[in-house]
């Protein structure tokens, strides 16, 4: 079943590679004999993804994202493979997602008159009561 981003992009099966690994870190036994933790490698050159959003994926400052562009996630939290492979999954969406919406361009806005005359008035205002604290002459 492919992974579904968003309503205009899915990412089909067989460009998500998917292998089980044993967890690392403290868990006895049984982290030592089953290979619950998930690695998940994506190839974002190499994907149907639309050339603009690979764009912006390969842009992304991120350390999951290597210099061939590659994404890999490491999902270990959990201790079956099928809710590490959930959550790896979960991961890639959540990294993608963002990256498909473009920043609405900003339009530049002025000060009005009253906003300027109110903003002067008060350094006015302030500059009197600072000079009222200076020296009395008698």
């Known amino acids: 079943m492919p992974l579904e981003v968003s309503r205009n992009v899915t990412i ?3 460009e998500i590679e998917l292998s089980a690994i044993r967890a690392q870190g403290a868990g006895g036994q049984n982290v030592n004999k089953v ?3 998930i690695h998940l490698r994506f190839d974002i050159n190499a994907s ?3 050339p603009g959003i690979k764009e912006k994926l390969l ?3 991120d350390r999951r994202v290597t210099q061939d562009g590659v994404i890999i996630i490491k999902a270990q939290q959990y201790r079956t493979q099928e809710q590490n492979r959930d959550d790896a999954l979960a991961r ?3 990294l993608i997602r963002p990256v498909l919406y473009s920043d609405k361009p900003r339009k530049a806005t002025r000060p009005s008159k009253s906003a300027k005359r109110k903003r002067v008035d008060s350094k006015t205002k302030r500059g009197a009561r600072k000079q009222l604290r200076g020296k009395v002459d008698y």
Do not use: M
């Open 12 to 14: 089909p099966d067989h």
């Open 35 to 37: 290979a619950s933790a």
């Open 48 to 50: 149907s993804l639309h």
């Open 59 to 61: 842009a992304l400052r």
């Open 92 to 94: 890639l969406k959540e």
